[in-house]
């Protein structure tokens, strides 16, 4: 069972309102930095690389210590912009108050993140924290292409080319995100932070980040 309450976490159908996000892929097809299957590629195989797998991931795996307020607090502080601080608080209260009218608990933090809620609902089920990550960081993977799907736009042979390809990619960082320690956890993807701060102020956009 605890596969089947997995899959369910890291389902597109969760409603937390991911698919209102791109964390920041947006700003980049507008700044022409993505601008077709290849480019997205690479930028989303960057971001899970330098920054998702360097400070989110380590973060989630964080707590499954049990140490929900500490870690929670730090992870919020590593997000550079509104926008991206805004998507991980909202997602997380969606998933916190989801979690409550099922019956799981709550997480207790005053203002949890996504991940600090995802890992709450993992540890509540006893899934492993192996597995629990690579759940996680396949639904941003997923989640990521179908906002390259709308925003390049991308077809969706396309889109599931990039889901198989970056997909491998989550089992080869995984046994470095397992090893890491806290000091080597880190952020600095300024590329991102700048493209960012600017999707706060572009004038058309499908996404809230």
Do not use: C
């Amino acid at each position: 069972m605890s596969l089947a309450k997995l899959l369910q976490l890291a389902s597109p159908t969760l409603p937390v309102g991911a698919y209102s996000y791109s964390g920041g892929l947006e700003s980049a097809v507008e700044a022409g930095v993505v601008r077709d299957a290849a480019s997205a590629e690479q930028w989303i195989g960057d971001v899970l690389e330098f920054s998702v797998s360097r400070m989110e991931a380590p973060a989630f795996l964080s707590f499954f210590s049990g140490s929900f307020s500490e870690v929670n607090e730090k992870f919020l502080a590593t997000r550079e912009t509104a926008e991206l601080r805004a998507e991980t608080v909202q997602m997380g209260y969606s998933l916190n108050r989801l979690l409550k009218d099922l019956g799981v608990g709550e997480v207790p933090v005053e203002e949890p993140s996504f991940p600090a809620a995802f890992a709450f609902a993992a540890a509540h089920w006893k899934i492993e924290p192996e597995a629990a990550l690579q759940a996680y960081l396949w639904a941003w993977l997923e989640n990521q292409v179908m906002a390259a799907a709308k925003a390049v736009p991308l077809g969706q042979t396309d889109g599931q080319r990039i889901l198989l390809i970056l997909g491998e990619r989550i089992s080869a960082v995984t046994p470095g995100i397992l090893s890491m320690n806290e000091e080597d956890m880190g952020n600095f993807v300024p590329g991102l932070a700048m493209l960012s701060s600017q999707h706060e102020t572009q004038y058309s956009r499908l996404f809230r980040s």
